[in-house]
Nanobody, 129 residues
Framework: QVQLVESGGGLVQAGGSLRLSCAAS????????MGWFRQAPGKEREFVAA????????KYVDSVKGRFTISRDNAKNTVYLQMNSLKPEDTAVYYC??????????????????????WGQGTQVTVSS
């Protein structure tokens, strides 16, 4: 069973930065595509960013482009989300997700939450105005 543990959330003022981490127990982590999602109160879960298994391909939702950066360290089984210039509308619970299996190409990444097989428990990010 794969476990994902997020950390790094907290309360920050608008314009500030946070770095989220997601540590995975998967032995095949380096072969798995990863993603970050968020869910604000009263709203549906939203895709934020995704990264291919190699880290060479990334994708972001338009609202965070230029402010957030997803990266991974396969030696540490960890994926990161660096969040800069935070806005109050970024307030949400942030979840990391792992796509199981190795049958897809190394440059493939996944945007839809239904494509992911494992999820973390989430970490709260609150941005005050």
């Amino acid at each position: 069973q794969v476990q994902l543990v997020e950390s790094g959330g907290g309360l920050v003022q608008a314009g500030g930065s946070l770095r989220l981490s997601c540590a995975a127990s998967a032995r095949t982590f380096s072969a798995n595509a990863m993603g970050w999602f968020r869910q604000a109160p009263g709203k549906e879960r939203e895709f934020v960013a995704a990264i291919s298994r190699s880290g060479g391909t990334t994708k972001y939702v338009d609202s965070v482009k230029g402010r957030f950066t997803i990266s991974r360290d396969n030696a540490k089984n960890t994926v990161y989300l660096q969040m800069n210039s935070l806005k109050p509308e970024d307030t949400a619970v942030y979840y990391c997700a792992l796509k199981a299996g190795t049958y897809y190409s190394g440059t493939t990444l996944f945007i839809a939450g239904v494509n992911y097989d494992y999820w973390g428990q989430g970490t709260q990010v609150t941005v005050s105005s």
